[in-house]
């Protein structure tokens, strides 16, 4: 009784010794297949990018698993290593895994790999545990500039002398997310909200406009004006900031200039006195033209009766000419005729002599007695 007793107790102890050992074995192994993936990773746009997918015991890996989606149940695969090969439906066509067979590598990051990535190890079945990581795709801004004077270093800005507040604008634009903009006056931080809208090229970017007044009521006639773009992960540290050293011109209280400044100011008084203008420069043209036709209307009155009577006087002298036509001489006459006709006029009354002269081609020959 004692012995039987004693050979139970044996195997209780044996039994109890391997599930002890089980468990033991359960819990190192579920600990080996434990995945690690970094939460968040933000990669840029157009750059190689990799996701690392972590674990220990690499040699006991039968597979390794990138998919892509929202939840696991809806992801989609996208490569895969199993037992020594690489497969997968993007396998060599922009992914692949890199030498440790884990990391995935995304070889030109586009706005299509943005989102949540699953990271699957499988050691030994029915061992298997995953986690995932969600990828953003930013886009670095073009560098943020001083609009004022974006490609002169110092800036010279003319304000008037009485002048205190001069506005300074820094944009940094095309970013994703977009980025916030602080502005320092010599060092000092100023205080001001700056704006955001979409870009009108890309609308999935981002602009950043900060609009901020200048103080200007010290003594001081220059100014050290930096701009820095913070909050974002992608933009180097070197094309952070912009700086920029404005020097302040004051003018004499020059009255174009305060004009200028009105109209600048006041956009709606500017239109109002270019349409004043506008309206008293046809008036000018309308009253010149008139001015030159009535001008015109009085020198043609004028001339006209000189034409009139210079058409007169040429119509006369035409008339006259018809009548003063050259007139061809007469045959001389005969001897006989001559003696004759001179016969007769001699016989003649002296008084009705002198009238046949005039009158008469005949008596005005030079065989005549006239």
């Not at 010794?17 to 990669?43: E, H, Q, W, Y």
């Not at 190689?48 to 149940?73: H, I, M, P, R």
Request: aromatic residues 6%; proline residues 8%; hydrophobic residues 30%.
């Amino acid at each position: 009784m004692p012995r039987l007793y004693l050979n139970m107790m044996d195997k209780m102890i044996l039994n109890l010794g391997v599930l002890l050992m089980i468990v033991v074995l359960g819990k190192n192994i579920a600990s080996a297949s434990r995945v690690t993936t970094d939460p968040v990773v933000f990669v840029q746009r157009n750059t190689e990018a990799e996701l690392k997918c972590g674990f220990k015991y690499k040699k006991a890996v039968s597979s390794v698993t990138w998919k892509k989606g929202e939840t696991y149940d809806d992801a989609v695969e996208v490569i895969k290593y199993f037992m020594g090969w690489k497969t997968g439906p993007k396998f060599n066509k922009g992914y692949d895994l890199a030498d440790d067979n884990s990391t995935l590598i995304i070889k030109n990051v586009g706005d299509e790999d943005a989102g949540t990535w699953w990271c699957t190890v499988v050691v030994t079945d029915p061992w298997t545990d995953r986690s995932s990581t969600n990828v953003t795709v930013t886009v670095p801004p073009i560098p943020p500039t001083i609009t004022q004077c974006p490609n002169g270093d110092p800036c010279e800005i003319k304000v008037d002398k009485d002048e205190t507040n001069y506005t300074v604008t820094c944009t940094a634009s095309g970013s994703r997310p977009a980025v916030t903009l602080i502005l320092y006056q010599d060092n000092k931080k100023l205080d001001a909200d700056p704006q955001q809208r979409q870009n009108p090229d890309d609308p999935s970017t981002y602009d950043t406009i900060l609009e901020i007044p200048v103080n200007l009521e010290s003594d001081k006639d220059e100014f050290v004006i930096t701009c820095e773009a913070v909050g974002h992960h992608t933009l180097p540290a070197s094309d952070q900031r912009a700086q920029q050293v404005l020097k302040i011109q004051r003018s004499q209280n020059d009255p174009t200039m305060s004009k200028r400044k009105d109209d600048e100011e006041n956009p709606e008084i500017g239109s109002v006195k270019i349409g004043i203008y506008a309206g008293v420069g046809a008036v000018v043209a309308i009253a010149l033209i008139i001015s030159i036709i009535i001008a015109a209307f009085v020198v043609s009155s004028r001339m006209q009766p000189k034409r009139r009577d210079r058409y007169r006087g040429a119509k006369k002298k035409k008339k006259g000419n018809t009548l003063e036509r050259p007139r061809y001489p007469s045959p001389p006459p005969s001897p006989v005729e001559e003696d004759s006709e001179k016969h007769d006029y001699e016989n003649l009354p002296k008084g009705f002599r002198n009238g046949l002269c005039a009158k008469s081609p005949v008596y005005q020959s030079p065989v005549s007695a006239c």
